[in-house]
């Protein structure tokens, strides 16, 4: 019996635990999304979207799932073959491994590492090059595209969205996600540093490839960007990537400045998924109002506002810092 | 065509003929470098249909179906062209009461053109929902002519000598309630779009045709508006019953394609004046012209009568040689000329400015073709 006490206890079996915790959050969070955003869309739009499949189409996606995987995999004659295959999986990879180090309460994290936010930096910045991979594997004009866009994109975006989090490690001084939440037991960053929030709102809504930053698979120009040529569930894994991305990104919004798990009645957990769920719907809100930019605006906005304006709020961070 | 291979820095990209903002079966024959256009080509021709044949071999009631399927989304405007031209020819004259029913149902028809225009030109632009919104607008208006015509795109309603449905009560009540609605949507319209700055970034100073160029190449309508010169055949040669209504031509200044989308929200809002004022205005009297015959056999001889359709000048050519059948019909059609602007305006854009560019000249591909 000790034994078994011991095994249960271990890292392997926490691990083991974590990470079908998470495969199942990120299916169900996915599924969950999908139905989210066709709603908030419909609307947005003065429709009342899915109604058929169970209470207002909550299973729809299910049933769209469902056909997904019936569907051929499509694979063109021309195509790199190894890596067009392997882009789906890795675009899938790094996104699993960033729910590790989400701390969703006190507890509930499956991996509490002292370098928690530079993982999950780390681990999103793959996910362009899986959408190299793909689009270049692809050998289609649009595909290649897109895939170009979103490198030159993410290059652009990186470097503000890593300042604005700087800014609030310094006034933190961990990079542990938990230790940042806990700073935040009195007040939110969000009042503190509410310029740092809207910068890194549109650095993380660049960074997802959402409208008004979806030039990578931006439909009206390229067809489907860098997954012009993917079908099935290969396609499936992309979609699925990039909302799961999209909850990446709103919880560490969370984590940063919205007080994580802190909140008063309800048990943490619930606060947070509540905070993620609020700043995807903004994201949503985002897609379903503004209409695209260009591609070279969107580079000289990064480049010429965004980049500048998170290193002013860094050094006026670390000035405010020294002075109290 | 572009034949002599790719050169070292350059490639070809296709646009369409299955491309989500060809707007139907248009292909554009691109020579890029990089993002950039070095070069564009139009490919039309795959909606051809063939309809100036057609009518050589049809009689003159016959071919009227056809003339709601060259412009499905204008399609009174042609309508109206082919009977006027017809009538000129065989001399009959239409009933005021009824050309003021022709006018009201025609602006009705160019703001589901111009709605739609929208809410299609903003999803180019990678904007969703105003589509939705024009197609709830214009959703109302289809459902107002419906009632009348008794189709809701290809209509083919007007008669040789007048209409054949009168107007009702609830038709007009229901317009009027429409002007109203459509005239509270405006600041929503305003507020989402035409204020909104990545939407002004995106349009200002894109796509610019010059006067000069505009007149050069035969463009006609909005797209010739947005330029800054003012002619509208409503108002230049007027017809029907449009000399007796006050509205004004909206212009642009510089030509690029945030002028073309002013001219053409500018626009709907001269239409529903129209309409207003049509439906105020209304006289009492018959709908058709007496005495037109059934077989109709007009002596030889021809007419051209132009209109004014949601996208510019259409020209409908009749020659008769006192058959039953016209000797030969000639469209001539808006989109044909605003099209061949392109390739000028396209060079040293990006892809994603060559999609709103395209969206702004409103052409409707089965119209080239014919």
């Known amino acids: 019996m000790e034994q078994v006490g011991q095994l249960l206890g271990s890292d392997?079996?926490?691990?083991?635990?974590?990470?079908?915790?998470?495969?199942?959050?990120?299916?169900?969070?996915?599924?969950?999304?999908?139905?989210?955003?066709?709603?908030?869309?419909?609307?947005?739009?003065?429709?009342?979207?899915?109604?058929?499949?169970?209470?207002?189409?909550?299973?729809?996606?299910?049933?769209?799932?469902?056909?997904l995987m019936g569907k051929e995999l499509i694979t063109p004659e021309e195509v790199d073959r190894p890596i067009f295959y392997l882009a789906p999986i890795v675009v899938f990879l790094p996104v699993l491994l960033c729910f590790l180090v989400i701390p969703f309460s006190q507890t509930m994290i499956v991996r509490d590492m002292n370098v928690g936010i530079v993982l999950i930096l780390a681990f999103s910045t793959l996910t362009v090059l899986a959408i190299l991979m793909g689009g270049w594997a692809s050998n289609n004009k649009y595909a290649v595209f897109g895939a170009i866009r979103s490198v030159a994109q993410n290059i652009a975006y990186e470097i503000p969205l890593l300042v604005t989090v700087m800014s609030i490690i310094l006034m933190v001084g961990s990079f542990k996600l938990t230790d940042i939440v806990a700073a935040q037991s009195r007040c939110w960053f969000i009042l503190m540093q509410p310029l740092a929030f809207i910068l890194f709102i549109i650095c993380a809504t660049a960074e997802t490839n959402r409208t008004p930053f979806d030039l990578p698979e931006a439909e009206s120009e390229l067809v489907a960007g860098f997954h012009t040529e993917y079908s099935g569930m290969r396609f499936a894994l992309f979609f699925l990537a990039e909302y799961t991305n999209m909850f990446i990104v709103s919880a560490v919004a969370t984590v940063l400045f919205l007080g994580g798990w802190h909140g008063p009645i309800l048990p943490g957990v619930v606060w947070f998924l509540i905070k993620v769920y609020a700043v995807i719907f903004l994201i949503m809100w985002f897609r379903?109002?503004?209409?695209?930019?260009?591609?070279?605006?969107?580079?000289?906005?990064?480049?010429?506002?965004?980049?500048?304006?998170?290193?002013a709020n860094l050094l006026l961070t670390a000035l405010l810092l020294k002075i109290f | 065509m572009i034949t002599s291979g790719i050169e070292e820095k350059t490639f070809a990209l296709n646009l369409g003929p299955q491309h989500p903002s060809t707007h139907g079966v248009l292909r554009v024959l691109l020579e890029m470098d990089g993002e950039y256009i070095v070069k564009a080509e139009p490919v039309i021709g795959y909606g051809h249909r063939g309809h100036e044949h057609m009518a050589e071999n049809r009689n003159y009631q016959q071919f009227l179906p056809n003339m709601g399927r060259v412009d499905y989304l204008h399609a009174l405007a042609f309508n109206q062209g082919y009977?006027?031209?017809?009538?000129?020819?065989?001399?009959?004259?239409?009933?005021?009461?009824?050309?003021?029913?022709?006018?009201?149902?025609?602006?009705?028809?160019?703001?589901?053109?111009?709605?739609?225009?929208?809410?299609?030109?903003?999803?180019?632009?990678?904007?969703?929902?105003?589509?939705?919104?024009?197609?709830?607008?214009?959703?109302?208006?289809?459902?107002?002519?419906?009632?009348?015509?008794?189709?809701?795109?290809?209509?083919?309603?007007?008669?040789?000598?007048?209409?054949?449905?009168?107007?009702?009560?609830?038709?007009?009540?229901?317009?009027?309630?429409?002007?109203?609605?459509?005239?509270?949507?405006?600041?929503?319209?305003d507020n989402l779009v035409t204020k909104n700055v990545i939407f002004i970034n995106r349009a200002r100073d894109v796509g610019i045709i010059t006067r000069e160029m505009a007149v050069q190449y035969g463009v006609t309508g909005p797209t010739l508006r947005g330029s800054g010169i003012p002619y509208d055949i409503r108002k230049s040669e007027p017809y029907s019953a449009y000399p007796l209504f006050d509205f004004e031509i909206p212009v642009g200044e510089n030509g690029d394609i945030l002028?073309?989308?002013?001219?053409?929200?500018?626009?709907?809002?001269?239409?529903?004046?129209?309409?207003?004022?049509?439906?105020?205005?209304?006289?009492?009297?018959?709908?058709?012209?007496?005495?037109?015959?059934?077989?109709?056999?007009?002596?030889?001889g021809e007419v051209y009568q132009a209109v004014e359709t949601a996208r510019g000048e259409f020209g409908c050519y009749v020659v008769s040689q006192g058959d039953i059948k016209p000797y030969r019909i000639k469209l001539r059609v808006p989109s044909f000329s605003n099209l061949s602007i392109l390739p000028e305006i396209l060079k040293d854009t990006l892809v994603a400015d060559a999609v709103a560019i395209l969206g702004s000249i409103d052409v409707v591909i089965p119209e080239i073709d014919r």
Not at chain 1, 14 to 42: D, H, P, T
Not at chain 2, 118 to 126: I, K, N, P, S
Not at chain 2, 270 to 295: F, H, T, W
């Open chain 1, 12 to 67: 392997v079996v926490r691990i083991l635990a974590g990470l079908i915790g998470v495969i199942a959050l990120v299916a169900v969070n996915a599924l969950f999304l999908i139905w989210m955003e066709r709603k908030v869309s419909a609307h947005m739009q003065l429709r009342p979207g899915p109604m058929e499949v169970g209470w207002h189409g909550a299973i729809q996606t299910i049933a769209d799932a469902v056909k």
């Open chain 1, 288 to 311: 379903w109002t503004f209409p695209r930019v260009r591609f070279d605006q969107l580079v000289t906005f990064a480049w010429k506002i965004l980049i500048p304006l998170s290193f």
């Open chain 2, 83 to 189: 009977c006027m031209a017809v009538e000129k020819l065989i001399g009959v004259t239409v009933p005021e009461r009824a050309e003021f029913i022709r006018v009201i149902l025609n602006e009705m028809n160019r703001l589901t053109s111009h709605l739609l225009w929208v809410g299609a030109y903003l999803m180019d632009l990678g904007a969703f929902t105003p589509f939705l919104y024009c197609f709830d607008d214009r959703e109302r208006l289809l459902d107002l002519l419906d009632r009348i015509t008794g189709s809701r795109l290809t209509y083919c309603f007007f008669r040789f000598g007048g209409v054949p449905v009168d107007l009702d009560d609830e038709f007009i009540f229901g317009t009027r309630a429409f002007i109203k609605r459509l005239r509270s949507r405006w600041v929503d319209y």
């Open chain 2, 259 to 300: 002028d073309r989308y002013v001219v053409r929200m500018r626009e709907m809002e001269q239409s529903l004046r129209i309409i207003e004022q049509a439906l105020d205005k209304l006289p009492n009297g018959p709908i058709m012209a007496e005495k037109v015959p059934k077989r109709l056999k007009p002596a030889a």
